[in-house]
């Protein structure tokens, strides 16, 4: 039995374990579910994954992980090579903070079902909704680009010089960006960082654009 | 040099390090910034974490570290016992989940600074506010309740018989809950765990009122 990735293609979660799939070297079928037509929300899903989100991987012998972050955790103990934390403690710590700082402080916020809220609570319009998304980005991609430009744990990725869950997440989120316009040259460091990744055929082959269920 | 904690006694985030520091029967120094006031954007505390969020550990080395997601793995690897992640990698999958279905679920969409931008952006009175963080406290507490009652791994606590990082982020939610009257009968499991949670002393003494700069 394989690895099954129940997922999106527009899925910034399901693009991370994309990514770490990928990087680590591991053959998976993908289960494509369209969010926007509910796709996730039938019985058959629900089954599965009784929360109705994706991403969820079926391991190997049968067991559903959910939640990208603890799906990641269980992919690095696993399959630890190659590695996506670094050896030492310290450092761990620095790649979980970075990664949390977008998977708790930028995607929450911005993901569809709380667009879609915005619209329907706050007759939220386009624009506006445009704007919130680009504000959260904002809030957290300025520190984050002073962290990673002023640290000297940075290198050519965020943690030196091979990638870790912090660039799996920052790919992840740039790349959501792009949908709602938000502003790339005042971030030079993520950027340079981004299009480090984007070198990786890893990265790469995760992006939506590249999924067997892309439009 | 001692553990020091940066944090605020009502912030959920900060409370789950109090649990993690206290469960762990590690001795350590508060620092508080209160956030109404907007102390934690004060130069000094920047100096300190640059984001200007709490909660920041400073460790025993003098080592900075941000996050509670990345604080409490940090804890865990630097002090192991007694463990707040069980000993299989299934059960670590599950208890991580656990915790991010709160962690980047519902905390995100439910903190000051987003509750403020609700008022300011779309002139959200105190009632839809209210009605925001509980919604988004019930998209999740549903799912949750349902898998706590179900899963066979459900215990006394979230996972087993003893605390695990997923009682941290539940206990510090359901007192978070408090401040907008969630409805809890409808979680008996998840209030069940709550209950436990609050006769170890480790939880108790973490609660915003038993902090030096409650008011």
Redesign the interface.
């Known amino acids: 039995m394989a690895l099954t990735l129940h997922g999106y293609f527009r899925s910034s979660t399901s693009l991370r374990v994309r990514v770490a799939l990928n990087y680590k070297g591991l053959a998976y079928e993908q289960v494509t579910h369209h969010l926007r037509k509910g796709e996730h929300r039938t019985v058959d899903y629900l089954d599965v994954n ?3 989100l994706v991403p969820a991987l079926v391991t190997d012998t049968g ?1 559903t ?7 990641l ?2 992919l690095e ?2 399959h630890p090579e190659p590695p996506l934390l670094p050896g030492d ?2 450092g ?3 790649v ?2 970075l ?3 977008i ?3 930028i ?3 911005n993901n569809l ?2 667009l879609n ?2 619209k329907t ?4 319009d386009d624009d ?1 909704v445009a ?2 998304f680009r ?1 959260w980005v904002g ?2 991609f300025a ?1 984050l680009e ?2 990673l430009s ?1 640290d000297a744990e940075t290198g050519r990725f965020c943690h030196g010089d091979t990638p870790t869950l912090a660039d799996v997440y920052l790919y992840a989120q740039v790349i959501n960006n792009r949908r709602f316009a938000v502003p790339s040259e005042v971030y030079p460091t993520i950027m340079r960082i981004f299009a480090a990744c984007e070198e990786s055929e890893a990265f790469a082959a995760a992006r939506p654009e590249n999924q067997p269920d892309a439009e």
């Open positions: 009784p929360q109705g067991v992980l959910t939640q990208s972050p603890a799906i955790e269980w103990e696993a403690i310290q761990r710590a620095r979980r903070a990664a949390a700082m998977g708790c402080e995607h929450p916020l079902r709380v809220a915005l609570r706050f007759d939220a506006a704007e919130w504000h809030e957290t520190p002073r962290r002023n």
